[in-house]
């Protein structure tokens, strides 16, 4: 599994409320990405990591921010939810060397908002 | 026009046959390609990745690569009600940094038996 978690892995909030997503390796790895999930879209990237305070956006960046203080974790935030936002959410790394275009993903959040 | 491209399905195939799932993309420069295997309510798992045209085995598995038709397949052999889920192809471009895939919306596999 790469070693890597999401916390929570589900959540229910109310719309305009800030939430939280973290997502944590235990094997060092440089990049780290945010994706959503939605049927009919399929997976899209938000914001992704190459290094300690080192971010970008992705496709779908509008409403998120991110943030990496520690190589280990990978925050997302939603400033302040939408039903839109309603999605799973998936945090994914690349490993260093000759795999390092090859990304591994968590076990996922589920994001309800009402 | 997506960037990358597979039918939805369903695709169903009686167990033990060659279930071939397929997926084109827009970027010519495109150098790598993944396929993930995803079951319900689970996240991506990866099954292969291929840089080359040509063809590459991996026990049942084999992904084909044309290029020049910007195409990749993933064909799997003696099909198992096991290899029922989503298959998600993703392929990164030349454009941008930081490794990033583009992925299509998947192709949903039934095997039956």
């Known amino acids: 599994d790469a070693g890597i978690t999401q916390s929570p892995r589900h959540k229910v909030t109310e719309t305009g409320t800030p939430v939280t997503l973290r997502c944590h390796q235990t094997?060092?790895?440089?990049?780290m990405y945010w994706y959503r999930q939605d049927p009919g879209h399929g997976l899209r990237l938000i914001h992704y990591?190459?290094?300690?305070?080192?971010?970008d956006k992705g496709e779908v960046s509008d409403g998120y921010s991110v943030s990496r203080s520690k190589t280990e974790d990978f925050l997302l935030t939603l400033e302040s939810a939408t039903s839109s936002q309603t999605s799973v959410y998936f945090c994914?790394?690349?490993?260093?060397?000759?795999?390092?275009?090859?990304?591994?993903f968590g076990p996922g959040t589920r994001l309800t908002v009402l | 026009q997506k960037e990358v491209e597979q039918n939805s399905g369903p695709l169903s195939v009686p167990e033990g046959a060659i279930a071939s799932l397929n997926c084109t993309y827009s970027?010519?420069?495109?150098?790598?390609f993944f396929w993930y295997r995803q079951y319900s309510g689970k996240s991506p798992e990866l099954i292969m990745s291929i840089y080359s045209n040509g063809d590459k085995e991996d026990g049942r598995f084999t992904a084909q690569l044309n290029k020049a038709s910007q195409y990749v397949s993933l064909l799997i052999r003696d099909s198992q009600p096991s290899d029922s889920a989503t298959y998600l192809c993703?392929?990164?471009?030349?454009?941008?940094?930081?490794?990033?895939?583009?992925f299509g919306t998947g192709t949903q596999l039934k095997v039956e038996l």
């Open positions: 993703a392929v990164k471009g030349v454009t941008g940094g930081g490794n990033k895939l583009t």
């Open positions: 994914a790394i690349s490993p260093a060397g000759t795999n390092a275009d090859t990304q591994y």
């Open positions: 990591s190459y290094g300690v305070k080192d971010t």
């Open positions: 970027d010519r420069g495109s150098q790598s």
């Open positions: 094997e060092n790895h440089r990049y």
